[in-house]
């Protein structure tokens, strides 16, 4: 009992947390964006954008390997 009562409340969540993301991710234009600007991610290359989350570590990872590159040759 307690099992569906949980999943009836993670989907009532679920589907009050899609009717609210409505903006799409202005990188990728795949992956909406959270209702609460902060909660994803800022773009590194402007610093005022907000992205996804897996595009603002995409990102990440692309800096970090640019910058070993730049170290270690």
Same mark, same amino acid.
């Given at each position: 009992?307690?099992?569906?009562?949980?999943?009836?409340? =993670?989907?009532?969540?679920?589907?009050?947390f899609? *009717?609210?993301?409505?903006?799409?991710?202005?990188?990728?234009? $795949?992956?909406?964006?959270?209702?609460?600007?902060?909660?994803?991610?800022?773009?590194?290359?402007?610093?005022?954008? =907000?992205?996804? *989350?897996?595009?603002?570590r $995409? $990102?990440?990872?692309?800096? =970090?390997? *640019?910058?070993?590159?730049?170290?270690?040759?």
């Amino acid at each position: 009992m307690l099992g569906n009562n949980l999943r009836d409340h =993670y989907n009532a969540l679920r589907k009050k947390f899609e *009717s609210e993301c409505t903006e799409i991710c202005p990188r990728c234009n $795949q992956v909406t964006l959270h209702p609460t600007q902060v909660m994803n991610a800022l773009c590194r290359r402007d610093n005022k954008t =907000y992205i996804c *989350s897996p595009c603002g570590r $995409q $990102q990440a990872m692309n800096d =970090y390997a *640019s910058r070993l590159k730049e170290t270690h040759g």
